[in-house]
Each structure stands twice: as C-alpha cells, then as structure tokens.
C-alpha cells in the first residue's frame, strides 16, 4: 500500500503532517519491499532469485521508472506502462482543467457529448496515417479544431456550445504560462469516449466528479500547501507548479533521464502508452524516452530501453485499439511475439532484443472473447504501416516504418 491507505472518498489525509509518508509514496514503499520479499525469497528456497521483474502502470508506472533512477540494482526487467512520472506537472494539467471546466457551469463538457467529439476527431485524422480504421495512429499530426462541433442552432449531445469549444481547445492546448509557455504534456484527440477515457477522467458523471479532479485537488491541497480552504478557482498555473515542483518535485517525479548505472549492470526496461489514453497524457512518455535518448545517446539507448506507443489504448488497457499484449498478464498467446512479459524475460534471459510486439483487440475487452484486430507496436518512434493489401484486421498485414 505504499505506505498508507487512502480513504473511499479519496482525500489525502493520510499526508498532512507526514512528510515520511510522503517519501514512502514517491519512493521508498517499493524499494523497501523489494528488499523485504528477496529476503522472504531467499530464506524460504535456500537461494536468491536469480531474476527479479518489476511490472506496472499508471502511478505504478511512475513507480517503475522510479526504480532503476534510485535503486538500479533492484530489478533486471522493469515494464512501466503509461508512467506518471511528470507527477507534478501531471497534477498541474488536472487542476488546470479542472478551472477550465468548473469556473462557469457553462464551460462543462459532459461525458455524453464525448462521443460527438470524438466521431468528429476521427473525421479530421483517422484517414490522415493513410488507413480509414478507427484509429489515430499519431494524434500529434492530428489538426483537429474543435469549433467544427459548434451547434448552429439548439445545444444536443452532438454539438458543443461556444463556450464548451473554448474549453475543449484549452484541454487540448493543455496548461499554459504567462507568456504561451508549455507547463504540460496535453491531452490528444481520439481518446474521449469509453470506460478509461475521456467519459471517466475527464468529464466525470457529473461536474467536479471526475477522478483527475478530486486527485489534482487533494494533491495541490493536502500535498503541495497543506490549506484546507485552497480550491482550483485559485490556481495559478505558473506560480503553483514552480511551488510543488520545488517541495515535492524531487520526492514524486521520476525523470531523471540518467540510467547508466541501471544500464552497466544489464538492466532492461520497456515502456509503454495508449494513444487513447484518458488519465495521463500520451507524450509524456515519449518525453522521458527522448529524454533518456539525449542523455544518453541513442545507441546506448537502444541497448536496454524500448517504447511502445499503443494506438487506441486508454489508460493501461482497453480503448477502441489493440490493447492486449501481455501486460495485465492476460496474453492469448504467451510468447515474445504477443506478450511483453516473455519479450522482456527474452531481453533480460537470453539478450534477445524485443522489435514489434502483437497487440490484439477483442468484441469483448474484459472478457478476451471473439478475435476482432491484431495490429502490431512497434519500437518508437515506428509506426505500423498497411501493406496495401489483405484485412486491415490481421497484424500480418502490416510493416513498422520510421514517421514520415
């Protein structure tokens, strides 16, 4: 539990007054049961483990890249999907839409016109990779304006008002400086609808009901100024992400792009994200890779990192997309080709390199029945291109090729 349990309601109070806890939640918690289960592992077989993985995603994630940042001889293998790593920025975009959305009743986007946004996002850039299939496959190119969907006469589910346009553009746009500056990755088109969309964490089932909401507001809160009464009305996005990046930038955020030593000792990691994604924006884990890639170089890069963006994924797992590969432990068929658990025990056991990885997509998601889509990832920055030929439903169908 990291070190504290959280209440149903989600307020942090477990971190007013506790700066230990803190610490454990950012990065000791998991450290310390790493230690703690080697021990157990090694007192009940007679022998340490002779491998030692480390797999999750979301905060996880973030705890993932935590890992071989502080504490590189922990693990050999670590998967970390859709890393919130930037968790102070992260924070920051939350309570910034939260403003945007809650300030004026008039600006709210409800889940139910979330399906209108992205039928007309897909209209804009679906086609633009070259295939018409239902999926952006890299929403950065896309240039959707979102004053398309403005009604031109009474407001229905499928149009936006005025004012609900200005407020999709600025979630787009994600939180700015003073002066235009970029404070955090933003939100892409093509992820709005669906259980781990947009529907979820953004919009809510209602004003101020979303889980980005009551998380940024705790955080900034309970966390960063420890006021009761602070609330998003008053956030200054400049000036409170310089205070949080300050008091707990170096507890919470794992970007430190430097893995040599994670490296020299052999050390794998793979990442991936969902384009789709509803909870963390996409980009930024492209930032920590290229980031990791400028530290280190790209060769060096190469010889232990991998990033895996997933088209029409949301958060962690499902999504209109492919978006089952082995990381929820759920593969059909547990080999390197189709699960990124055995790709990665092939890195780590056998110096096999992973290179594209089959994502599937069921008629049901959840419960893994009826073959809808294969498509495979590809090691970014690739991108998987349609042969021109055969069902744009068989993965077999597609080749990974640099960006154009």
């Known amino acids: 539990d990291t070190g504290h349990t959280n209440p149903a309601n989600g307020e942090e109070t477990w971190a007013v007054g506790h700066p230990e806890k803190v610490i454990d ?11 703690k289960a080697k021990a157990i592992v090694k007192a009940y ?4 483990p002779k491998f ?3 797999i999750s995603c979301s905060n996880g994630g973030r705890q993932a890249l ?10 050999d293998g670590i998967i970390a999907g859709a890393p919130g790593d930037d968790w102070t920025r992260l924070m920051l975009n939350a309570a910034f839409i939260s403003q945007v959305m809650l300030s004026d009743a008039a600006n709210y986007i409800p889940a139910k016109k979330m399906k209108a946004i992205e039928a007309a996002a897909l209209a804009s850039c679906d086609a633009a990779d070259g295939l018409k299939d239902g999926l952006i496959d890299d929403p950065t190119r896309c240039r959707f304006d979102p004053s398309v969907l403005l009604c031109s006469g009474p407001e229905t589910d499928a149009c936006l008002t005025a004012a609900q346009v200005e407020t999709l553009k600025k979630i ?3 939180a700015r400086g003073a002066k235009g500056s970029q404070l955090s990755p933003s939100y892409v088109p093509g992820g ?5 969309g947009w529907e979820l964490w953004i919009s809510g089932p209602a004003p101020g009901k979303s889980p980005l909401n009551t998380l940024s507001i705790q955080f900034f809160k309970r966390m960063v100024f420890a006021d009761e009464n602070w609330e998003f009305k008053s956030l200054n996005a400049e000036r409170d992400l310089k205070v949080a990046e300050q008091k707990l930038g170096p507890i919470l955020n794992s970007t430190n792009p430097d893995l040599k030593a994670f490296k020299k000792r052999g050390g794998k990691l793979i990442i991936y994200h969902g384009w789709s994604e509803g909870a963390i924006p996409p980009e930024m884990a492209i930032n920590y890779y290229k980031s990791v890639v400028a530290k280190m170089g790209q060769r060096d890069a190469d010889s232990f990192l991998r990033l895996y963006m997933v088209p029409g994924m949301q958060h962690c797992f499902l999504g209109p997309g492919p978006n089952w590969f082995g990381q929820a432990f759920a593969c059909t068929t ?3 080709k189709h699960d990124i658990v055995a790709s990665m025990e092939d890195w780590v056991e056998r110096g096999v390199a992973p290179d594209t990885i089959i994502a599937t997509k069921y008629k049901n998601d959840i419960a893994r029945t009826d073959l809808a889509r294969t498509r495979p990832l590809c090691p970014y920055p690739g991108i998987a291109r349609y042969k021109g030929s055969g069902s744009i439903d068989d993965a077999a169908n597609f080749v990974c090729q640099a960006p154009k």
């Open 52 to 54: 030692s993985y480390f």
């Open 25 to 35: 939640f950012g990065y000791r918690a998991i450290h310390e049961m790493t230690v």
């Open 192 to 196: 709005e609808t669906g259980f781990f």
């Open 334 to 336: 547990c080999d390197a």
């Open 172 to 174: 787009y746009a994600g």
């Open 66 to 75: 935590m890992e071989p940042q502080r504490y590189p001889e922990d693990y």
């Open 45 to 48: 077989y007679g022998k340490a």
